[in-house]
């Protein structure tokens, strides 16, 4: 029996380390040519099975293939792109189907946040109705690490890494600056409603009264008087403050401080840039000079600082969703499970999609200090393995050295074009 080929694609804003699970995949898959035969990559996701815009990754070498591991961005794009339901938008999956079939493809495998999940389940239900037996597979990816059940979400490890480096860095240069200059720094981090990253960057602290003196989360209410308070105590302590602050902070009555009014494809409230709106505060009600800075696609490409352990645990996942896809498991997506803090143990358990889409893992109440401008020790054992390792990628002239594959587009065999 001719082996079925695999649909795979990658969604949501990129990661340092979502070409390390697609890796990972196409390694596993390769292993297993009685099980899956090609390997197809939609180009920038789920619109690339809908336009039937294919990349075959069975004409990348073996040598391609292994340095996705350590480069980054999304190797066959991504995309924002949100299937509606079944029963209002049947064309789509109708059109699913069709290219399904047209290229014999029976596992599906999408690499991407919340709303990629979502889409995985909605597209593991349309084999029964639409009667097309499909395998789909999730695996997990974001920076906000807000996806429920796994422990962790790959790509966080890394993006919390290179943040909490670069609050550290940005730290030195103020406290040399403070004393005739800038005395406050506020780091804008990404983060829409959950302050995982926001939170990472007090591992920057090694002693008490170390910088980030101060983090605003979107799990707490954004109460203008106790802020200004707090700044100005850590001015009088320290001679300067330096300020983390998550994209998704609101106010007493829930609205985003730097919402624009505009909504993205997903149908999220567009963030205009919370960091300057915190900067003009300081210096409109203190008096004292600031500086403001947005990483943003910085923090989530930063490849060069990757954290191992993220690494390690992005490629897992990229060859567990093989392993769960042959042996038929469907409607699933492989989830890191954390056996122990110290030594950190993990391993990859399977998770129902149904369970994950659309839900969203916040700091829990016990993570945040008392004054809700910190983190507790509970969230410092949890955090801290998750940056630990390093994983240089390949160097040459002095840059990163990393991989651009050919993604060799595959020949349509439909007559009919859709339009996304």
Request: with cysteine; charged share 20%.
């Amino acid at each position: 029996m001719t082996p079925k080929n695999a649909f795979y694609a990658q969604s949501g804003g990129v990661s340092a380390v979502i070409n390390a699970s697609a890796c990972g995949l196409l390694q596993a898959a390769r292993q297993y040519p009685e099980k899956i035969g090609k390997v197809y990559a939609g180009r920038n996701g789920i619109i690339g099975a809908l336009t039937e815009d294919l990349v075959d990754t069975s004409l990348e070498s073996e040598a391609a293939i292994d340095a996705l591991k350590h480069s980054p961005g999304a190797a066959f794009g991504s995309c924002r792109y949100k299937l509606k339901s079944i029963d209002d938008h049947r064309a789509q999956y109708e059109r699913l189907i069709e290219v399904f079939r047209a290229h014999d493809i029976g596992y599906f495998f999408y690499n991407g946040g919340g709303d990629s999940q979502d889409t995985a389940y909605k597209v593991s239900q349309i084999g029964a109705a639409l009667a097309y037996p499909i395998v789909c597979v999730g695996i997990p990816k974001t920076v906000d690490n807000d996806l429920a059940i796994t422990d962790c979400s790959p790509g966080f490890g890394s993006a919390a890494k290179y943040i909490a480096t670069s609050i550290r860095e940005a730290a030195f240069d103020l406290a040399a600056m403070s004393p005739t200059s800038t005395q406050v720094f506020v780091l804008e981090v990404m983060g829409r409603h959950a302050g995982w990253a926001t939170a990472a960057c007090a591992l920057a602290a090694e002693e008490e009264g170390g910088a980030p003196h101060i983090l605003l989360l979107p799990e707490v209410a954004f109460d203008q008087g106790r802020f200004l308070a707090k700044v100005e105590e850590c001015l009088q302590l320290y001679g300067h403050c330096v300020i983390a602050v998550s994209e998704g902070v609101k106010g007493p009555g829930g609205e985003f401080l730097s919402a624009t009014g505009v909504k993205d494809a997903f149908g999220h409230a567009q963030l205009g840039g919370v960091a300057p709106v915190i900067a003009n505060l300081i210096s409109a009600n203190l008096g004292r000079k600031c500086h403001w800075a947005v990483p943003d696609y910085l923090m989530r490409s930063a490849r060069h600082i990757a954290s191992e352990t993220d690494v390690q645990q992005a490629y897992a996942v990229g060859r567990s969703a093989v392993e769960c896809a042959i042996a038929g498991k469907s409607a699933v997506m492989p989830a890191i499970r954390r056996l122990s803090d110290a030594p950190y143990r993990w391993d990859v358990i399977e998770a129902p999609l149904s369970e994950v889409a659309n839900r969203e893992k916040l700091v829990p109440p016990d993570f945040i200090s008392a004054d809700g401008f910190g983190i507790t020790e509970a969230a410092r054992r949890y955090l801290a393995p998750l940056i630990m390792g390093e994983a240089y990628p390949p160097f040459k002239s002095g840059l990163p050295d990393y991989v651009k594959l050919q993604n060799a587009v595959t020949p349509k065999k439909l007559t009919t074009a859709f339009a996304v």
